[in-house]
């Protein structure tokens, strides 16, 4: 199966405006700033939030951000496999963090709707695709 970069990079100018009006002052640096080894914790919980509400071609352009450490990027991901809690603080936070209050109601209550269809006990990233 062919990507078209094209249609990918007409997705991306659509949805990172969005996303990054959503996020806080600190993730919006952690987004924009070059790729740190450093930061690779917050890169994994912000493409795992752009997963949860719909920015695929978001998630794809952090994960791209870390192809030099993938191996680590996808380890990390997979390292959530059971931790529902933390997963789940991540998206609070990001709720809490959003400055427009009815934008942020809007979101949290979607994030509810999502979050009753998680098997909580047996949580996989593969969940949130």
């Known amino acids: 199966m062919a990507i078209d970069f094209n249609k990918y990079q007409e997705e991306f100018k659509k949805e990172a405006p969005q996303f990054t009006f959503l996020l806080c002052k600190e993730d919006l640096k952690i987004l924009v700033r070059r790729y740190k080894r450093k930061n690779l914790d917050d890169n994994v919980r912000l493409a795992c939030i752009a997963l949860v509400f719909g920015f695929k071609n978001v998630f794809l352009k952090i994960f791209a951000t870390a192809q030099r450490d993938t191996k680590k990027f996808i ?6 496999k059971g931790n529902f809690a933390l997963f789940e603080d991540w998206i609070n936070k990001f709720i809490d963090g959003v400055q427009n209050e009815a934008v942020r109601n809007l979101i949290r209550e979607y994030w509810e ?6 098997d909580k006990d047996n949580f996989t990233v593969q969940q949130i695709l």
């Open 113 to 118: 709707e999502r979050e009753q269809k998680i």
């Open 75 to 80: 380890a990390k991901l997979d390292s959530l």
